[in-house]
């Protein structure tokens, strides 16, 4: 069955610079959240989409934003990164509708800031 | 504001020795309590969704139960793949709020 793809799995930034992950969501779901997971940490939700509008927002920092496109995947961009940005970030998927609340999550992108 | 609490944060097991993991969670509405299983580096795998007290579920060697207040995941007979962090999450409007997990590790 096909799954969350998120690309790229991993990369490295240094201080101040910009980066922009991306997720695909399993097809013919048409919401999609994003997960920050620090070491040894819980993941902590950073903001949701459904059907392309904003649906939630959780600890998101003013520096990162995100959208969902008309094909559904996703991109969060994350500007002026800090050092403490450094984390796992995962998305996840789930069909509105059906079974509402089963997020499927992607494999994560690591970022590592230096 | 919802809380998942988690334990123990880490449980040792010989091969084929049962236990039982906890996740209580305060929650005004339960609308959906999720088991995962995260091993390092790697997304969250779904394992579980349990919505009414009572309800069981089963996967293998896995067995998931919901009471008004807490959740249990029980291991019976674990193999040395079964060592992973078992994440518990209950849905907070539509999105999830984890406990900290319970890292399982099942020696041979």
């Known amino acids: 069955a096909a799954g969350v793809i998120q690309s790229p799995r991993h990369l490295i930034k240094e201080k101040r610079e910009t980066a922009t992950l991306k997720c695909y969501p399993i097809p013919r779901h048409d919401t999609v959240y994003w997960y920050q997971q620090g070491p040894g940490q819980d993941p902590q939700f950073l903001i949701s989409f459904y059907e392309k509008m904003q649906s939630d927002k959780g600890s998101i920092p003013d520096r990162f934003s995100a959208q969902q496109f008309s094909d559904y995947h996703s991109e969060l961009n994350m500007s002026s990164l800090e050092l403490g940005d450094s984390a796992l970030y995962f998305c996840?998927?789930?069909?509105?509708?059906?079974?509402?609340?089963?997020?499927?999550f992607g494999p994560g992108t690591r970022l590592t800031v230096t | 504001e919802d809380q998942v609490t988690q334990s123990p944060e880490a449980l040792r097991l010989q091969e084929g020795e049962s236990s039982s993991l906890n996740c209580s969670y305060t929650v005004s509405g339960l609308r959906g309590l999720f088991w995962y299983r995260q091993d390092p580096g790697k997304g969250p795998e779904f394992l579980f969704t349990?919505?009414?007290a009572g309800e069981e579920k089963e996967k293998e060697r896995l067995k998931a139960t919901l009471t008004k207040k807490e959740s249990f995941l029980h291991i019976t007979a674990p193999k040395p793949e079964d060592s992973a962090t078992y994440l518990c999450?209950?849905?907070?409007?539509?999105?999830?709020?984890f406990g900290a997990g319970t890292t399982v590790t099942v020696r041979a």
């Open positions: 999450a209950v849905v907070d409007d539509y999105k999830l709020s």
């Open positions: 349990l919505y009414s």
């Open positions: 996840a998927s789930s069909q509105i509708g059906g079974n509402v609340h089963e997020q499927y």
